[in-house]
């Protein structure tokens, strides 16, 4: 029988252990990009635009019309009067505040009107009449001169009454105030209550005062009120009842 013969391995050539199996690295899955993250949007309170003002509104301003037949008849009342003056544009400032056909006056005869005042045509005849019917007179009475210039405070102002809600006549160009006068021979009467011994100047003023009532329907002045201390208000204001007011 026969036997095989074990044999030992050659330890000259020993043989390595098998290298372990491992498996083949997956690839790993490809990442698609990825849009980047939206920043935060801060929310700002609206800030509202701001809104233009609205322009203030212009009063229209009438255009010239025809003179009427009054305005026509006055203005040869001037004339005959004597009266150098020019026409005028038509004035508008408010509804209250207007003159449709406004003139300045310029002198009456040879008294010179400083400075020129703008007026309704009617207020400009009433004064003009006034002037040369009683002012002239009585100041050749007691002066033995005429008068060379009226000083005039205020015509045309768009104003109301004094501590009240009524527009001033002034409003309309129907009333007008004078200051003081200058005679030919150079002097000057102011228009305020008069001294105890200025007999011509309160004479004067006293009898033009009150003679303004048939030219008037209103005649104010020293002695009525502190705002009519230093002068005569006069003018056309029309009154419900028809009265006029001198004081």
Not at 100 to 106: E, N, R, S
Not at 119 to 125: E, F, V
Request: one cysteine or more; proline letters at 9%.
């Amino acid at each position: 029988m026969s036997t095989e013969q074990m044999t030992e391995p050659d330890p000259e050539f020993e043989q390595e252990p098998d290298a372990p199996m491992t498996a083949e690295p997956e690839e790993a899955p490809a990442i698609e990009p990825q849009p980047a993250p939206r920043q935060a949007m801060v929310a700002y309170p609206r800030i509202p635009s701001p809104v233009p003002a609205e322009p203030e509104a212009v009063p229209l301003r009438p255009r010239a019309m025809p003179l009427s037949s009054d305005e026509v008849e006055c203005r040869q009342r001037l004339r005959k009067l004597g009266v150098r003056y020019v026409d005028l544009k038509p004035i508008y400032d408010s509804p209250s505040c207007q003159i449709a056909h406004p003139i300045k006056l310029q002198a009456i005869g040879s008294v010179e009107m400083r400075p020129a005042a703008t007026l309704t045509c009617a207020m400009a005849a009433s004064f003009a009449a006034w002037t040369r019917n009683e002012l002239v007179p009585s100041s050749r009475l007691r002066y033995f001169s005429g008068v060379q210039t009226i000083h005039q405070g205020s015509a045309y102002s768009c104003r109301r009454i004094a501590r009240s809600r009524t527009m001033s006549a002034h409003s309309q160009g129907n009333a007008l105030d004078v200051m003081a006068l200058t005679l030919n021979n150079g002097k000057k009467i102011d228009v305020k209550k008069q001294g105890l011994f200025s007999f011509r100047a309160r004479g004067l003023l006293n009898n033009v005062r009150s003679d303004g009532c048939e030219y008037f329907t209103t005649v104010l002045g020293p002695g009525y009120n502190w705002d009519h201390r230093n002068h005569f208000h006069f003018d056309l204001m029309q009154r419900k009842n028809g009265r006029h007011a001198c004081h």
